[in-house]
């Protein structure tokens, strides 16, 4: 995302500069740059400041996902269930489950290559790599030919990729032909993603999406690749800058969901949703609502624009270092590198490497979701002590 930022910013008064800004305000360039910096920053100052040693050891800890799974029963356990799951979505089988235990449920195969995958390196086995291919074919193409969001397509690739070099972390592991697959998905990602983004509205599924992206890609050979006007925030951080200056801050306004965002919806079925992406839309003139005045799409203000928002500057930094702080304290208990082989482990470890990778969600309602999928992976934890050894 830093990266698609400073693209995007050097692209002023140049010919490229409407690819990139699209909705920002120039004006308020400067702010948002602060913002996202500071952001980033004192994140890893909050995470660092729950690090005892350079072992990794944290001051506060919690809970420890169990160690006692074999490599064996957990890669049966990550490529079975991922392939039912997969099945399962493209036919529309997969049982109804509530909040968290459905988004861990959709977690399982990405979390089952980044296993697999970092699996073949500790054991020195190519079987699991292959196991690992094969979810990642599988996965990518349900997503490609089902899904809506163009990011699941590539998030499949980037699991293989994080399992791979995360088991050992050398800079020559990233010119191995076994990575050359993930490559490949990366490239197809980029050469599909405007067409994708720009007719994924009215594209068909299955088979059929296939053949449709194919017409309009050959329709759109002059259109601007957007894969970097994608991943940057500063259209949107331009925008808080803009609705502070209109409103003021808010000082705690839009964090009112916290009053009952930790509340179960198993308890309470009827609990109102978080839609703070939503409201900014709205906010800023570009949300679109049906004719039963239900929102159809949302802008994140990031995590950093939200806190700007309520408290100013002061409040992104000690916000942050906050935000970083619990980070730290979850990634504690995920235990994969004591522990390599637990399920529940890397079903959440690889959720926070999924959350790192795309700047920790569209809001500050994100720790709301982590603090939900940690209890729920460890209820699978428990479920799993039943079922595999």
């Not at 409407?18 to 952001?39: D, P, Q, R, S, V």
Request: with cysteine; hydrophobic share 50%; charged share 15%.
């Amino acid at each position: 995302m830093g990266v698609s930022n400073i693209i995007g910013i050097s692209s002023i008064d140049s010919p490229d500069e409407h690819n990139y800004f699209i909705y920002a305000i120039k004006e308020n360039i400067n702010e948002a740059t602060l913002i996202a910096c500071l952001g980033v920053i004192f994140v890893v100052i909050g995470y660092e400041l729950n690090v005892r040693n350079y072992n990794y050891s944290y001051r506060t800890s919690l809970w420890k996902f169990p160690s006692s799974n074999s490599h064996g029963n957990s890669s049966i356990f990550f490529f079975y269930g991922s392939c039912i799951v997969i099945i399962s979505r493209v036919f529309n089988t997969l049982p109804q489950f509530i909040g968290a235990f459905e988004a861990l449920i959709f977690m399982l195969p990405p979390a089952g290559i980044f296993y697999l995958s970092r699996l073949s390196v500790i054991t020195s086995k190519n079987k699991y790599l292959r196991l690992a291919l094969i979810l990642l074919v599988m996965e990518s193409t349900r997503a490609l030919m089902f899904d809506y969001l163009r990011t699941h397509f590539i998030v499949p690739g980037l699991a293989y990729f994080l399992g791979y070099v995360y088991a050992k972390p050398k800079m020559n592991k990233l010119f191995t032909i076994k990575l050359l697959p993930v490559y490949g998905v990366f490239m197809l990602f980029i050469v599909y993603f405007t067409v994708f983004g720009e007719s994924r509205s009215t594209l068909g599924q299955g088979s059929d999406r296939i053949s449709q992206l194919q017409e309009i890609d050959n329709e759109m050979v002059d259109k601007e690749n957007t894969l970097f006007m994608r991943f940057s925030n500063f259209n949107q951080l331009t925008n808080v800058v803009e609705v502070v200056k209109l409103d003021g801050f808010y000082y705690g306004e839009t964090l009112n969901y916290l009053a009952f965002a930790f509340i179960p919806r198993i308890i309470w079925p009827e609990k109102p949703l978080i839609q703070m992406g939503a409201w900014f839309a709205q906010k800023i003139g570009r949300g679109y609502v049906d004719e039963e005045g239900r929102a159809r799409n949302a802008i994140n203000m990031t995590p950093a624009g939200e806190l700007y928002m309520n408290f100013g500057i002061t409040g992104v930094i000690f916000g942050s270092i906050i935000i970083g702080y619990i980070i730290s304290i979850f990634w504690s208990s995920v235990n994969i590198t004591e522990a390599p082989h637990n399920i529940s482990g890397n079903l959440f470890g690889f959720y926070l490497f999924f959350l790192g990778l795309f700047s920790f969600g569209a809001n500050l309602s994100i720790l709301v979701t982590v603090t939900a999928m940690y209890i729920a992976s460890h209820v699978l934890a428990l479920l799993l002590k039943l079922f595999v050894k």
